[in-house]
């Protein structure tokens, strides 16, 4: 389908030949620039010319405006640029610039700089805060410099077009250009960089009559558009829609879509040539300069592409992409009227056909995307196609399940759960179909409602009827006209009840007592939404208004063009959308604006008067309001919102009364808040019990451990590892000392090898049986890894050490000290001070014994002599080196396995290494200890926090998952 755009005429003037067209990015205003050397303002709101200036008597080819200095610039063929004040319309400067003719001019988005380029081949950067000094001259070409422009993208650069046939790009600073794009056959006399971000992109039209379209990164051509009979004079990629306009001398305006580059539209004004085109980003409009005159045109809609649910989440498009914010996301003190809304976008996707339009259904579920003659239903959580089809419009009923199509003026398709169910072919011309209680359809001065069931005609009426609003009761609509007016009418389905019953045959006037006229406003509406039996709407005077029991009321006035996207009961709160795709709010109700106004002049009684009529589901705005004016007191006992009730009781430190809003509400972060608030306080009894209400395991070993309570660890223990939170479990139960216990959850969880190499080290008397079980595991995929463990109670000469850290083991179960009361703190303290060696030559530790294992073993058991130790030495390096060469030939015949088969040769590997190393850690101490004196070495170091050494104790409990602590 081709792409549809309503293209509509906003100015046309007729004049001598204009040469040149710039848009004012605030006012409505379009600067032209004549051959006679005259440059005139126009007003294309109001159609009128509003300024002139007189610049020379000779043709004026370039123009710009300048509104950050409120100036606007010429260049003209006297080889001047010339700088006026367009508010006081006196000349601020001129100066000779060039000596030819100037062709163009670019202002730098952002710094003092103007260039110029001219027929004398040279461009030239000036400085307007150093009194217009010439900051640079760039050369390179070798004809007329017909444009500069500056990359949107990379404002430092900006890229050149010459009759020499030739597009440069140039980097400002540098004395030659970055490099140069050649294609054209004849010169080329306009160029112009897209706007959007995801195409490095750069358009070009030449006296070939072709357009070509650049990559400036690849430096290549993409694409060339050919269409035109003479000379293009200009182009431009529109800002805001994916088309691209050209200008040629053949009298046409062509309009190529920018993704397919196919020809979607020729315009023909009859004003002869075409010279120049100009835009403003963030605008759907484009001035045009031709021989005869100029044209002002507007392509699409103004109105963003944006809806917004129920819910608060707002879906907007800009081009083809599609994001996602939630309003109610957003605290109170960050949304303020009339203040765009710092939304967090969540980007949706990309939307096959440029959105036109975006419609949530009722329910908030689905939203649909119109453009290109057709629709796509999407879910609006995940943005997937649920249905499509080809239409000119696309309506929602009352009904969620149920929309409309009009696929042409003489058929409009009523669908059910994305299946058709029926079909309308009214006797007239349909131009429009509208949404609601009733299907509403607009044709030449006239508006049929049908019931959506049976499509029958419920009335029609006489109107020139623009847009249709339904209340959400189905009571009242509104029917706006072209006439700047709407009416207020009330529905009665009673009667249309009544008359169906009564078994009367209904004309072709429907039912005439299905609608009542309640009320005709003269204003206008621009976009609105019906809020219970208050009518809010935007007008084309930029006000917010609401129509409620015959009064209009102004809301706010606003700076500038917004689209209403709803309201939200939940916020009390009007939201709006602009253009930019920026939302703001209002509060709506005016009881509350009455309260604000008389809280902010302290005028407290007329505060307490007006309250009353203040609805309950807006006075927890009203409490926000006071919480910003410091009244926080108030503020709690005005809300009626416990969520916000709770927030203040926090802030005014009344712990007693947020936990009883915590136990309305029933909710964890609630829960986790007020524990932090009474561990702020000390208040630990009213803290552990948040704790346990919330289920913050984390927080409880925080507490508990910082406590001492021991009966609580345990309990904890249990808890967590019920709900599945192993690393808090595990870390309770070690710090208990309980490593069985700790061994125990290894092993439930399948950490087998993990719980190997933990035994290893803290309880090795289970060694021996967690290696079977080891084993027993790989055997089923790897039994030859499976071969390669080895386990103590066969091969105890492969564990040095092994007997001496099964006597540990003994020493730890006899003189753990982890259930110690803290009041022993001091004692346990005393008895640290006397070295271990001590304690054991006590009586403590029994001396390590030799086991007929190690007797039989032809490594010495007592490394009695050096030699014999060296050879014992010997054997374990040979141990470990044939240990490395079978894992590696089977790493290398796991090539061909599967990854989770190499992960497990890798992991046997590591812990076959692991827990030789270990061994000999653990010899190397053993040797220290019994060897040496005691007044220059410990021994085993068994002080009684030996098992903790590798626990960090400034490690958040929260930052260690069971990877983390399993792979310790």
């Not at 939404?529 to 009064?551: I, K, M, P, Q």
């Not at 089923?780 to 564990?799: G, I, T, W």
Request: glycine residues 6%; charged residues 25%; proline residues 4%.
């Amino acid at each position: 389908m081709p792409l549809r755009l309503d293209i509509k005429r906003q100015l046309s003037s007729r004049s001598d030949r204009v040469k040149a067209v710039d848009l004012h990015p605030t006012e409505p205003w379009m600067l032209v620039a004549l051959y006679n050397g005259t440059v005139n303002i126009w007003n294309y709101q109001t159609q009128t010319n509003i300024k002139t200036f007189e610049v020379t008597e000779l043709p004026v080819r370039t123009a710009r405006f300048v509104h950050r200095k409120n100036w606007i610039v010429t260049g003209s063929d006297d080889m001047r640029i010339s700088v006026f004040n367009y508010n006081t319309l006196e000349k601020v400067h001129t100066f000779e610039a060039h000596t030819d003719y100037i062709r163009c001019l670019a202002v730098h988005p952002t710094q003092p700089y103007l260039l110029s380029s001219s027929d004398d081949m040279s461009i030239k950067m000036w400085d307007w805060n150093q009194d217009w000094a010439l900051k640079q001259t760039f050369e390179g070409h070798s004809h007329y410099v017909m444009a500069v422009v500056f990359n949107p993208k990379d404002t430092n650069t900006f890229a050149s077009c010459s009759l020499d046939r030739t597009i440069k790009v140039w980097q400002l600073g540098a004395t030659q250009p970055n490099f140069t794009l050649q294609g054209h056959a004849k010169g080329v006399n306009c160029l112009d960089y897209f706007q959007g971000g995801e195409k490095p992109y750069l358009a070009s039209g030449a006296d070939d009559c072709t357009v070509k379209i650049w990559d400036y990164q690849s430096k290549s051509c993409v694409q060339t558009l050919e269409g035109h009979t003479q000379n293009v004079c200009a182009v431009c990629f529109h800002p805001e829609l994916p088309v691209i306009l050209t200008g040629s001398e053949d009298g046409t305006v062509r309009v190529w879509h920018s993704n397919t580059y196919r020809l979607e539209n020729t315009l023909n004004y009859g004003m002869e040539r075409v010279w120049a085109m100009a835009y403003q980003p963030g605008s759907n409009s484009i001035a045009i300069a031709y021989d005869e005159g100029s044209i002002m045109i507007k392509l699409g809609r103004e109105e963003p592409a944006m809806s917004m649910d129920s819910n608060g989440k707002v879906i907007m498009a800009k081009h083809n992409e599609v994001q996602q914010a939630n309003v109610l996301k957003l605290d109170a003190e960050d949304v303020k009227d009339g203040e765009p809304l710092p939304l967090v976008n969540k980007e949706l996707g990309s939307c096959e056909i440029y959105p036109q339009t975006l419609s949530h259904n009722p329910n908030g579920r689905f939203v649909v995307v119109c453009g290109d003659g057709e629709y796509i239903i999407h879910t609006a959580l995940s943005f997937r196609n649920k249905s499509f089809g080809q239409a000119l419009e696309f309506v929602w009923a009352d009904d969620s399940s149920e929309y409309a199509v009009r696929e042409s003026s003489s058929k409009v398709k009523i669908f059910k759960n994305f299946k058709e169910k029926s079909s309308l072919k009214p006797d007239f011309s349909a131009e429009g179909i509208f949404g609601g209680t009733l299907l509403g359809v607009r044709g030449a001065g006239t508006l049929s409602f049908y019931e959506w069931e049976s499509l029958m005609l419920v009335r029609r009426i006489e109107i020139d009827a623009v847009s249709v609003y339904w209340s959400e009761s189905g009571d009242n609509v509104t029917i706006v006209t072209n006439d700047d007016s709407y009416y207020i009418l009330r529905y009665d389905s009673e009667a249309l009840g009544q008359a169906l019953a009564s078994g009367e045959e209904i004309d072709d006037e429907g039912v005439e007592d299905a609608f009542d006229v309640l009320e005709e406003i003269d204003d206008t509406v621009a976009t609105a939404t019906w809020v219970g039996d208050c009518f809010l709407y935007t007008n084309s005077g930029n006000r917010l208004n609401y129509y409620v029991g015959g009064e209009i009321v102004t809301v706010s006035h606003l700076d500038r063009p917004m689209y209403l996207l709803g309201y939200l009961p939940q916020t009390g709160r009007v939201y709006l959308g602009d253009r930019d795709l920026n939302v703001v709010s209002y509060d709506l109700p005016l009881a509350v604006l009455e309260y604000q106004t008389a809280v902010m002049r302290g005028d407290l009684e007329t505060a307490d008067e007006v309250m009353p009529q203040i609805p309950a589901q807006q006075r927890t705005r009203v409490a926000h309001f006071l919480e910003k004016r410091g009244h926080k007191e108030q503020a709690l006992v005005v809300s009626t919102d416990p969520e916000h009730r709770f927030e203040l009781a926090l802030s005014l430190h009344k712990l007693p009364v947020a936990r009883e809003l915590a136990v309305e509400l029933d909710n964890v972060h609630k829960w986790k808040q007020l524990a932090e608030a009474a561990m702020k306080k000390s208040l630990f009894e009213l803290a552990e019990e948040c704790l346990g209400h919330a289920n913050d395991y984390s927080g409880q070993l925080l507490l508990y451990s910082s406590a001492g309570k021991a009966d609580k660890m345990a309990e904890l223990a249990t808890a967590a590892a019920d709900d599945g939170q192993q690393n808090i479990s595990f870390l309770a139960l070690f710090m208990q000392g309980d490593v069985n216990a700790c061994l125990d959850l290894l092993l439930e969880s399948d950490r087998v090898p993990e719980a190997a190499l933990f035994a290893r080290t803290y309880v090795p008397s289970r060694v021996s049986d967690i290696t079977q079980q080891w084993k027993a595991l790989l055997a089923q995929s790897r039994p030859k890894v499976a071969q390669a463990l080895a386990d103590p109670a066969e091969y105890e000469n492969l564990f040095p050490g092994f007997a001496s850290s099964m006597h540990a083991e003994a020493y730890l179960k006899v003189n753990n000290h982890h259930a110690t009361p803290a009041g022993s703190y001091l004692d346990v303290l005393a008895e640290r001070e006397v070295p271990s060696w001590e304690r054991a030559a006590g009586g403590d530790v029994p001396p390590p014994a030799t086991t007929a294992a190690q007797a039989d073993s032809p490594e010495p058991a007592a490394m009695e002599d050096e030699p014999e130790a060296q050879e014992a030495e010997e054997a374990v390096e040979e141990h470990d080196t044939a240990v490395a060469r079978t894992t590696e030939a089977l790493e290398v015949s796991a090539e061909s396995s599967s990854s989770s088969q190499v992960t497990s040769t890798t992991t046997v590997s590591k812990v076959v290494t692991t827990t030789t190393s270990v061994s000999k850690a653990v010899v190397a101490d053993l040797q220290e200890a019994t060897a040496s004196s005691p007044a220059e070495h410990d021994d085993l170091n068994l002080d009684d926090d030996w098992d903790l050494d590798d626990v960090d104790p400034n490690m958040n409990a929260d930052d260690i998952d069971e990877d983390d602590l399993l792979a310790d």
